[in-house]
């Protein structure tokens, strides 16, 4: 209500640029995207023909509902999806996610959507990626901690950013660096501060994009070596990832 009735008014005095062409932002709701953009990007709702383990899209001819990509075989989550494309309105608002702390209503609704086509009711427990004490003091938030707070008001789920600590930040996608060195640089970055928390919880692991897996892979296996029962996946956007 009162978001219907200051928005105009806030547009207004606070004119935007959209972040990913430039043009006016018609709406504060839209969040650092015009509307043009936001229809423009491509949006999952889960009918896609996508690996059924990383979301990876797969093409049709190629498909069926079983099919599994190669790349992610050895990763240690039970699944993932992402809400968008990393392009557009989507790339926009996972870059300005890590300036400012703040969720429009169309990114809320991106990743609650998701959250119900991706079918991930029956988590107990929502747990976003930590950043590193050092990024996060630098930062002053960790914008994966705004999404999983939007899912636990969404859903009722508990949401907790305390059980998980990143002990290390590493660039998990540094250019040159192969799957077998992304692996080994991630191994210990990840560290679970009260196991008990985690034990036979069927977690969603929430983030703002999943890029090549080893984040959420080793978050995945530092949770499961604590008793986890489940582990998935769910973040706002995803870089193409080719087979
Ligand atoms: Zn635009
Ligand atoms: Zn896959």
Same mark, same amino acid.
């Given at each position: 209500m009162i978001d219907n009735f200051l928005d105009p008014i806030l547009s207004l005095a606070y004119p935007r640029a959209c972040r990913a062409c430039g043009g006016a932002v018609e709406s504060l709701s839209f969040g650092p995207a015009c509307g043009t953009c936001w229809n423009s990007t491509r949006v999952f709702n889960g009918r896609e023909s996508c690996c059924s383990k990383c979301g990876q899209l797969i093409p049709t001819g190629k498909f069926d509902l079983s099919s599994r990509c190669?790349?992610?075989?050895? @990763?240690?989550? @039970?699944r993932a999806a992402a809400a968008a494309d990393y392009h557009l309105a989507a790339r926009a608002a996972v870059l300005a996610l890590k300036e400012e702390p703040f969720l429009s209503k169309r990114v809320r609704g991106l990743l609650t959507g998701r959250f119900d086509t991706a079918g991930f009711h029956a988590a107990t427990l929502i747990i976003p990626v930590p950043l590193s004490k050092r990024r996060r003091i630098e930062r002053g938030f960790n914008q994966a901690e705004l999404l999983a707070r939007a899912l636990e008001v969404h859903t009722g789920i508990r949401s907790s950013a +305390?059980?998980?600590?990143?002990t290390a930040h590493f660039?998990?996608?540094?250019?040159?660096? +192969?799957r077998k060195a992304r692996e080994g640089s991630v191994k210990k970055a990840f560290e679970v501060k009260k196991p008990k928390l985690v034990r036979e919880e069927r977690i969603l692991l929430v983030d703002d994009v999943f890029t090549t897996g080893s984040t959420a892979s080793a978050c995945a296996k530092t949770l499961k070596a604590s008793g986890a029962a489940e582990v998935n996946v769910l973040t706002l956007a995803r870089t193409p990832h080719f087979i």
């Open positions: 190669s790349g992610c075989v050895e @990763d240690f989550y @039970d +305390d059980v998980l600590e990143r660039a998990m996608h540094r250019a040159g660096m +192969d």
